[in-house]
């Protein structure tokens, strides 16, 4: 029996700038959605166009509050092809939230906080 990745879910306070951020900061474009008839929720799925690996955003219409992220030891990570233009584009965006200068590495906050690693294509 073989199992492949499909999707890593997150729910979203605010769908729209949501899936605004991810589309400008990550180039992910909305591939599928779902939504509830009675309105009570939204998902949609966000892919690269390369993988057949997907990010559901789920938007739930009742949830008001912050959703509690722990320490946020969860995380994506996405590589690049241009680290320096990606990391300098991010700045702009002012949305890194950490950089591992020894590792190579850098973090960014989407709108709800989670955390998203960002590394070089050779890693």
């Given at each position: 029996m073989?199992?492949?990745?499909y999707?890593?879910?997150?729910n979203v306070l605010d769908l729209e700038k949501s899936l605004k951020f991810y589309n400008d900061a990550l180039n992910l474009k909305e591939t599928k959605r779902i939504e509830a008839e009675d309105g009570?929720?939204?998902?949609?799925?966000?892919?690269?166009?390369?993988?057949?690996h997907f990010l559901e955003l789920?938007?739930?219409r009742d949830r008001k509050e912050p959703?509690?992220?722990?320490?946020?030891?969860?995380?994506?990570?996405l590589h690049t092809d241009d680290y320096e233009k990606a990391l300098e584009k991010?700045?702009?965006?002012?949305?890194?939230?950490?950089i591992n200068d020894d590792m190579g590495i850098y973090f960014i906050n989407d709108p709800d906080g989670y955390w998203i690693e960002?590394?070089?294509s050779h890693m």
């Open positions: 073989n199992f492949k990745f999707h890593n879910n997150i009570s929720f939204i998902i949609v799925y966000l892919g690269d166009s390369q993988t057949s789920t938007w739930l959703y509690n992220l722990g320490d946020n030891e969860f995380h994506l990570a991010h700045k702009e965006m002012n949305c890194v939230c950490y960002i590394l070089p």
